[in-house]
Antibody, heavy 117, light 107 residues
Framework: QVQLQESGPGLVKPSDTLSLTCAVS?????????WGWIRQSPGKGLEWIGY???????YYNPSLKSRVTMSVDTSRNQFSLKLSSVTAVDTAVYYC??????????WGQGAQVTVSS | DIQMTQSPSSLSASVGDRVTIACRAS??????LNWYQQKPGKAPKALIY???SLQSGVPSRFSGSGSGTDFTLTISSLQPEDFGTYYC?????????FGPGTKVDIK
């Protein structure tokens, strides 16, 4: 069964870059599927950030596109998120997930990221 | 962007009750509608995809229906473990968007 695990700093300073990695087990990223990031904050609810294919193709939420970069490392079976120029509104729980033809079928447990000096 | 709304925002029901949650899209999304269940401190769990298809392992008391702009999630006989918040999500067009959630409590 596929499992996903987010990792990265829990505290990021304003204007810095948030970096998270999602390690995938029980399934090869290279087998296909899109791999996504979603965040959840009390103020904005669930917000889709974007997703990436194992080949590197990406789709980003237009509202975040200028600050988001996603990448995939097939050798380590993981994918990553970078969000630049963060502010307090980027404070959220960040989830990685595998996207099926329609829904996000399996999710990681989530990583709390707080933006504060 | 396609806006998703849900009603009610919360409900309280007894074990065995039939529960219905509504989700509406601001424009037609065909059947590109998914449902998730989230319990406190946990990640969302996929329940229904493509409006009416049950995810593997999800109990058959959960069902989904609808197309176009109006959708429904039904729990035929509410169980104690069904508490949590339920979200709809459209996968019709970018950006993918979620509803605000419906919180279900067990009386």
């Amino acid at each position: 069964q596929v499992q996903l695990q987010e990792s990265g700093p829990g505290l990021v300073k304003p204007s810095d870059t948030l970096s998270l990695t999602c390690a995938v087990s029980g399934y090869s990223i290279s087998s296909g599927n899109w791999w996504g990031w979603i965040r959840q904050s009390p103020g904005k609810g669930l917000e889709w950030i974007g997703y990436i294919y194992y080949s590197g193709s990406t789709y980003y939420n237009p509202s975040l596109k200028s600050r988001v970069t996603m990448s995939v490392d097939t050798s380590r079976n993981q994918f990553s998120l970078k969000l630049s120029s963060v502010t307090a509104v980027d404070t959220a729980v960040y989830y990685c997930a595998i996207k099926g033809p329609d829904s996000f079928d399996h999710w990681g447990q989530g990583a709390q990221v707080t933006v504060s000096s | 962007d396609i806006q998703m709304t849900q009603s009610p925002s919360s409900l309280s029901a007894s074990v065995g009750d039939r529960v219905t949650i509504a989700c509406r899209a601001s424009q037609s999304i065909s059947t590109h509608l998914n449902w998730y269940q989230q319990k406190p401190g946990k990640a969302p769990k996929a329940l229904i995809y493509a409006a009416s298809s049950l995810q593997s392992g999800v109990p058959s008391r959960f069902s989904g229906s609808g197309s176009g702009t109006d959708f429904t999630l039904t729990i035929s006989s509410l169980q104690p473990e069904d508490f949590g918040t339920y979200y709809c999500q459209q996968s019709y067009s970018s950006p993918l968007t979620f509803g605000p959630g419906t919180k279900v409590d067990i009386k």
